[in-house]
């Protein structure tokens, strides 16, 4: 199990006390032995302080020493693949062996912070994106030399993944044989179709012989089932504002708790948590085995967005003691 964090910056506080927060999270996970830790882009949201990926994770890479840490993910369309290839194959000459670019083809914001990111109305379509994967992977590869060459980037390639919540990604990341990750934590509804469509155009390449599967779940884990739901409110709460246009950092669970929801804002939060792992251990136990029995995952990254960084923690602790040990997948 991996772990997904996206710095959130809890009402009150900010972003700098956000980013040491997921930096004491690092560490704590990797001393839990949780695989990877990765950190998202987004944009114009003031509940999240994980803009810079590449940045914020040189510094994750300072602060750990075996843990795997990489992005979940890297817009592609947000940046050039030079910067891309340059940026990571920084981080790969200085921490050989522990990046992972995870990358996708959404904004990862709103539509008017994505024309200030790509500047043109052009940018704002995501058709080239193969292309500039293309052109983002021969950086790293060498394999068409022509004038500019990545340095860092030529030679120190990260692990590359493609990200995704429906069937493009899923679809291009098989045919290229390139290691897939879901967003089951947003998009649980396209999870299987999307799963089915990467197992079956996968063509083994030179990075896997067959298919390797991430789903990314939203898991909040706490000693009971009453004190989970009590510290989902607030993440539940914040993905209701930035759905209706007004984003703002994380209430507190008493805030979150007292808000009048109205029928169709309630449906709105229940039907987000279809899928997901909210509870004590044995309730979170529960969830994930039939969420790996659903997928048939190699690998599941757990984001837990909640209030306070040592419920975060706990979540994380409470998992990697008390749930871990007793998933299984079928082969």
Not at 12 to 20: E, F, K, R, W
Not at 65 to 90: C, D, K, Y
Not at 100 to 117: K, S, Y
Not at 290 to 306: P, Y
Request: net charge negative.
């Amino acid at each position: 199990m991996s772990v997904l964090d996206l710095a959130p910056v809890a009402k009150g506080t900010t972003a700098g006390a956000a980013l040491q927060a997921t930096t004491e999270l690092a560490r704590r996970t990797e001393e839990l032995g949780y695989r990877r830790f990765w950190v998202a882009e987004h944009h114009n949201m003031p509940a999240i302080a994980s803009s810079a990926p590449a940045v914020l994770l040189a510094h994750l890479a300072a602060n750990t020493s075996t843990i795997r840490l990489g992005s979940g993910g890297v817009m592609l369309p947000n940046h050039a693949p030079l910067v891309v290839a340059e940026q990571f194959g920084t981080l790969e000459a200085l921490h050989p062996g522990r990046i992972d670019l995870g990358i996708g083809r959404a904004p990862g914001t709103d539509q008017v912070t994505a024309l200030a990111l790509r500047r043109t109305m052009e940018g704002l379509s995501a058709e080239g994106f193969p292309r500039e994967l293309a052109d983002l992977m021969n950086y790293f590869s060498g394999e068409r030399p022509g004038q500019i060459i990545a340095t860092p980037g030529q030679g120190e390639q990260p692990a590359v993944w493609l990200l995704g919540s429906s069937g493009f990604s899923a679809q291009l990341a098989g045919l290229l044989g390139l290691p897939f990750s879901f967003a089951h934590h947003f998009s649980s509804a396209n999870t299987l179709p999307a799963l089915a469509l990467y197992r079956q155009n996968f063509r083994p390449s030179q990075w896997l012989d067959k298919p390797y599967a991430m789903v990314a779940v939203n898991a909040v884990c706490a000693e009971t089932d009453e004190r989970a739901e009590w510290l989902t409110g607030p993440s539940a709460l914040s993905f209701l504002k930035l759905r209706s246009g007004r984003p703002e950092p994380l209430s507190t669970p008493d805030e979150a708790a007292a808000y009048p929801y109205t029928e169709i804002e309630r449906e709105f939060v229940l039907q987000r948590r279809d899928g997901q792992a909210m509870g004590s251990p044995e309730t979170v136990r529960r969830q994930l085995t039939d969420l790996l029995e659903r997928t048939g995952a190699d690998e599941l990254m757990l984001t837990t967005l909640v209030y306070d960084v040592q419920d975060r923690v706990r979540s994380y602790e409470l998992i990697a003691e008390q749930v871990a040990g007793g998933l299984r997948r079928d082969a």
